[in-house]
């Protein structure tokens, strides 16, 4: 029979296998025989399915468990990743700062498939572009520096946004531990974070959804909104640079008046809580409501993206930012601001294609070498955390935000950082000397990592974590023949009918008083 022969055939396998020496473990599965024998059983079962089989995949840990105790019993995870921060040059300590935020991560009710494409990844690429864009004038003499921080975690508490701005609001942060380059306890991925101080930051702007702008066919251009909160910091000087920088962009406005009186979710809220006098907006596609009415769902693709309205919502960002950080005590002239700053469209549209189609683009390729294996679709998931790795879509934000804003580089043909001297790191074959661009942990606050272990330190703080999925299993399991099924049913049907008679006869004969 069938089952002889896979039998013959997986004990010959068996003694080959043994003899072979590997460098992984090799198990051999007793149960497939078993599992082969009840499949030839059910073939030829004359009585329908003799043999059933459970496949049981579940995740730790069970409903209610806090998540101390689920990280103290090791069932759980943080979520968390790594936000990156990036400068046009080396930040100097003693200049104020106009920080410029974006969200890198989003959600939906399949993590796999958190695209997020206008949430939040319209502003990724607007911030990304900007940067690009602005990187070639450096030097225009800035009295606030632009510093651009692409945040991670956001959508679980704020999480790279309140660790990064508990960290540089001193005296909170303490390093324990020093190691090269960074701080091993409790750990930070880089020690440049020193040169930014909460008190230095004075404006901020922040890039939420803008893929999904209204199209006003009265004016026919696209509809932008400029989201202030009269209660915190001055505003003033960021609403005109960007009513100049709209004036020079073709078929869009941005408009100040806007139906909130409070700012969109963004990370503006968590800077603002250290420090209220930040002079704070956020840019949208929307007045009011959101726009985009696939917010949080898988649904939320880049089709759903006005890639050509992205594009020049990122020029205006650029020369938006560009005006701001000149900070000039007379208010900033057309001529202030440099006629060819403006993104470029078809880099919009490549990192669009990165972070809403395939990792597996033209951008990344320049800068990776992409083996044969299938790459899944993108997600931006934040996921579980880990110091001693990144995902890919945020490396490649890193990568591409050091290679735009490098102070030096050399080509070369380079495979790894190790081949790049002084500390460079190879990025398109070429080595690239960058001092302000680094990554910095997006963990909630209220986690303590020592020895291996996580631990919750503060309570108050946002406490998200995942559970650790169980070891999938399959048990088998005989079955009722059809027969067994029919009696059980008969059976059934007459305890139903003499429950019934019996319940007739006592309200008949002996009634309730």
Known sequence: ???????????????????????????????????????????????????????????????????ETCLRRGTCAPLGGKSVIAALDTIVPEQDILLVTATLDTTAFFHDLAIGASAYQSGVVAVMAAASALAPYRSAGFKRQPVFALFDGEAWGYTGSRLFARDVDEPHFECNVESTGHCSEPFRASFAYKNISMERI???????????????????????????????GDTASLKQAFSLAASAVPKLSVSSNTTWEELPPSPAHTFLLSRPSIGATVLADHSHAFRNPYFGSRFDEGAAVDA????????????????????????????????????????????????????????????????????????HYVGVYSHRRTNLNNKFVFDFLVNATANSREQSD???????????????????????????????????????????????????????????????????SPKADQVVFVGGMVFLGACTLLLWLGQRFCPIA
Not at 23 to 50: C, H, I, P, S, W
Not at 310 to 335: E, I, K, T
């Open 1 to 67: 029979s069938d089952y002889v022969v896979l039998h013959v055939l997986v004990r010959i396998l068996h003694r080959i296998l043994i003899v072979i020496p590997f460098d992984f473990f090799v198990f051999f599965l007793q149960t497939l025989l078993r599992y082969a024998q009840a499949y030839e059983e059910n073939a030829k079962g004359d009585y329908g399915m003799q043999w059933g089989a459970n496949l049981r995949a579940w995740m730790y840990p069970h409903a209610g468990t806090d998540p």
């Open 202 to 232: 004075t404006h901020l702007i922040d890039a939420s959804q803008l893929g999904n702008p209204n199209h006003s066919d009265e004016l026919g251009e696209n509809e932008y909104f400029l989201h202030s909160d009269a209660t915190f």
């Open 308 to 379: 050509d309205a992205l594009c020049r919502v990122s020029s205006v960002l650029a020369r938006a930012v560009y005006a701001a950080a000149l900070a000039s005590d007379q208010p900033v002239a057309p001529a202030d601001v440099p006629p060819a700053l403006k993104a470029d469209c078809d880099k919009v549209h490549q990192l669009l294609e990165c972070f809403t189609k395939s990792i597996n683009c033209s951008l990344a390729r320049e800068m990776y070498t992409f083996g044969e294996g299938l790459i899944p679709p993108p997600t």
């Open 414 to 480: 380079c495979q790894l950082d190790k081949d790049c001297p002084s500390g460079g790191r190879c990025v398109a074959s070429a080595c690239i000397w960058n001092d302000h661009t680094f990554f910095y942990d997006a963990i909630s606050p209220g986690f303590a990592y020592k020895d291996g272990v996580y631990s919750v330190v503060n309570s108050s703080e946002p406490l998200w974590t995942e559970a650790y999925w169980h070891g999938p299993s399959v048990q088998m399991f005989r079955m009722l």
